[in-house]
Nanobody
Framework: QVQLVESGGDVVQVGGSLRLSCAASGRAASSNAMGWFRQAPGKEREFVAVISRTGGSTYYADPVKGRFTVSRDNAKNTVYLQMNSLKPEDTAVYYC????????????????WGQGTQVTVSS
């Protein structure tokens, strides 16, 4: 079992920045690819970014490419999502997830999920 706890969500103005954290604990917490997803009201959960086990590979969804950066510190079992130039359409609950076997953008490839943290971008 891997437990994931997100933090860092807040209300921020358009153009602002925010850094989300995802603390992992449990069995082999640092041995998983880690993804970030988000879900806005009335919409399906969508992929945001993924980082490989070692942090050597990352992949982003087109809407966030160039604005968001995913990173990890395996010594701290923590994954981060740095979000810059935030837009109103970034408003959502953000979830981190751990994938034991895959490095992918599909939610089905992830085995463990956090409870989410709310990000609201106000204009």
């Amino acid at each position: 079992q891997v437990q994931l706890v997100e933090s860092g969500g807040d209300v921020v103005q358009v153009g602002g920045s925010l850094r989300l954290s995802c603390a992992a604990s449990g069995r082999a917490a640092s041995s998983n690819a880690m993804g970030w997803f988000r879900q806005a009201p009335g919409k399906e959960r969508e992929f945001v970014a993924v980082i490989s086990r070692t942090g050597g590979s990352t992949y982003y969804a087109d809407p966030v490419k160039g604005r968001f950066t995913v990173s990890r510190d395996n010594a701290k079992n923590t994954v981060y999502l740095q979000m810059n130039s935030l837009k109103p359409e970034d408003t959502a609950v953000y979830y981190c997830a751990a994938a034991m076997y895959y490095y992918c953008s599909e939610p089905e490839g992830y085995d463990y999920w956090g409870q989410g943290t709310q990000v609201t971008v106000s204009s």
